[in-house]
């Protein structure tokens, strides 16, 4: 992993000048106002410019064959905090499907199987969370829904086709955002349970800590007794599948939640 720093403003410009095929004289206001408005972040300024073009201010003129932009209304659009934010205003804009299958996934980790989101998704009513009144068999397949979302710069496919991952750290970060803070937990918890009882017990073994973290943000001591018992085991297993890694203090959180049930 390599660590970048925040670009200089002349970085930024030769950025841009590779990007849009235009000299640095022809970008250095534009290069100016970007930088200015993304501190130089090189991730934030790569989103930046994306918004900028789905707004309409940064667009490829087919007919001189060139960029052009409006400088402008680039300097009086308000940038926002920081990158997350800006993703976060991205997704609202999305189909509701992106949205919802967005926010599944974020829960999920920064990698994801599609043979998992389609057992959520199939299995549990998410009703309560979308903002429309269609289902999910009525639009499109769980497959349209992720192209949308790579087409986006969202996730990406991983080489065996089933299994994806988001494109960046701050893109999983801004997914989670999606779901109200009050709702976090029991919206997490509820993937949780609906993996528990719908996965295999090799599935399960697969992705025992993703379950198992899902179910530890709360509502267990107020489930029936054979589910607290079924936590308290993969809490076990979970703790005992750390333990042969050496990481003491995960193993220790896992065994204290498997036995405070």
């Known amino acids: 992993k390599i660590n970048v720093g925040n670009l200089s403003v002349d970085a930024v410009n030769y950025m841009i000048s590779d990007l849009l095929c235009e000299s640095i004289d022809v970008v250095d206001s534009l290069a100016k106002t970007v ?5 130089g972040n090189v ?3 790569i989103q930046f410019l994306m918004a900028l073009q789905d707004e309409g201010l940064l667009s490829y003129n087919l007919l001189f064959l060139k960029w052009e932009w409006d400088l402008d209304r680039i300097k009086e659009k308000v940038a926002t905090k920081n990158v997350v934010d800006l993703l976060l205003s991205k997704m609202k804009t999305l189909p509701y499907q992106v949205r919802e299958a967005m926010k599944l996934v974020a829960c999920l980790g920064s990698f994801f199987e599609l043979s998992m989101l389609k057992i959520i998704m199939s299995s549990y009513d998410f009703s309560q969370y979308v903002d429309a009144p269609e289902s999910w068999e009525n639009d499109f ?12 710069g969202l996730i990406e496919k991983l ?14 970060r801004a997914a989670c955002l999606l779901i109200p803070e009050n709702e976090s937990s029991i919206f997490r918890y509820k993937i949780g349970r609906t993996l528990l009882e719908k996965l295999t017990k090799k599935q399960l073994d697969k992705n025992l800590f993703v379950v198992v973290d899902l179910l530890s943000v709360g509502g267990s001591s107020t489930e029936p007794e ?11 297993d979970a703790a005992q599948k750390v333990f042969s890694t050496f990481a003491f203090a995960p193993c220790i959180k896992y065994a204290k939640a498997g036995i405070s049930l």
């Open 35 to 39: 930088h200015h408005k993304t501190h």
């Open 43 to 45: 991730f934030y300024v």
């Open 141 to 152: 397949k769980i497959e349209n829904i992720l192209e949308i979302a790579i087409n986006e």
């Open 159 to 172: 080489g065996n086709e089933t299994s994806y991952k988001f494109a960046h750290d701050e893109i999983q």
């Open 226 to 236: 054979n589910i607290q018992v079924s936590l308290s085991i993969l809490n076990h």
